[in-house]
T-cell receptor
Framework: GENVGLHLPTLSVQEGDNSIINCAYS??????FIWYKQESGKGPQFIIDIRSNMDKRQGQRVTVLLNKTVKHLSLQIAATQPGDSAVYFC?????????????FGTGTSLTVIP | NAGVMQNPRHLVRRRGQEARLRCSPV?????VYWYRQLPEEGLKFMVYLQKENIIDESGMPKERFSAEFPKEGPSILRIQQVVRGDSAAYFC???????????FGSGTRLTVV
């Protein structure tokens, strides 16, 4: 079955507001997580990753938080823009893993309202 | 500095025909992964290849599906005798090694009619 899942399938935010996308994972041994963004008709695009020895990692306008106690990830997007409208996936290494395969959640569809 | 190139972007096949999907990884990347995505679902791992070797095909159906990554040329995902349930977007990704994240291609959208 799925190792990752998302709390909300859709999210709508006003332009300029902050967005928070959540993800739950089930494998407590997972040590690496990635967030991908997928725009309509395109392939997934790497946004940010985090290793399990970290609680937080920041990128440009994005922050990923990792709570290993409750096996929860979140992606925060600051000052959300229309170009942020997309489906966001979290991914964790699959288990067993012969080399770099990932489980992807179903995704959260983010819609930015101008 | 091309990324992962997949072709064709769209492919229509009648039931029973063969589908061939091509993937050229990022230059210098020797690890290739194929994933399938059904509408409004996440990506499902199919197969992991290195040059001339299939490393893990645990996510690929045992029948009708095959993949290769020859020494020269693109990686090929081949689906024989396609059925309507094969309709999906097929994404290829590459990486320079096992400890790295992926670069995905734009996908091939297969429609079986």
């Amino acid at each position: 079955g799925e190792n990752v899942g998302l709390h909300l399938p859709t999210l709508s935010v006003q332009e300029g507001d902050n967005s928070i996308i959540n993800c739950a994972y089930s494998n407590s041994a997972s040590d690496y997580f990635i967030w991908y963004k997928q725009e309509s008709g395109k392939g997934p695009q790497f946004i940010i990753d985090i290793r399990s020895n970290m609680d937080k990692r920041q990128g440009q306008r994005v922050t990923v938080l990792l709570n290993k106690t409750v096996k929860h990830l979140s992606l925060q997007i600051a000052a959300t823009q229309p170009g942020d409208s997309a489906v966001y996936f979290c991914a964790e290494p699959s288990s067993p893993n012969t080399g770099n395969q990932f489980y992807f959640g179903t995704g959260t569809s983010l819609t930015v309202i101008p | 500095n091309a990324g992962v190139m997949q072709n064709p972007r769209h492919l229509v096949r009648r039931r029973g025909q063969e589908a061939r999907l091509r993937c050229s990884p990022v230059k210098g990347h020797s690890h290739v992964y194929w994933y399938r995505q059904l509408p409004e679902e996440g990506l499902k791992f199919m197969v992991y290849l290195q040059k001339e070797n299939i490393i893990d095909e645990s996510g690929m159906p045992k029948e009708r599906f095959s993949a290769e990554f020859p020494k020269e040329g693109p990686s090929i995902l081949r689906i024989q005798q396609v059925v309507r349930g094969d309709s999906a977007a097929y994404f290829c990704a590459s990486s320079p090694g096992q400890a790295y994240g992926y670069t995905f291609g734009s996908g091939t959208r297969l429609t079986v009619v």
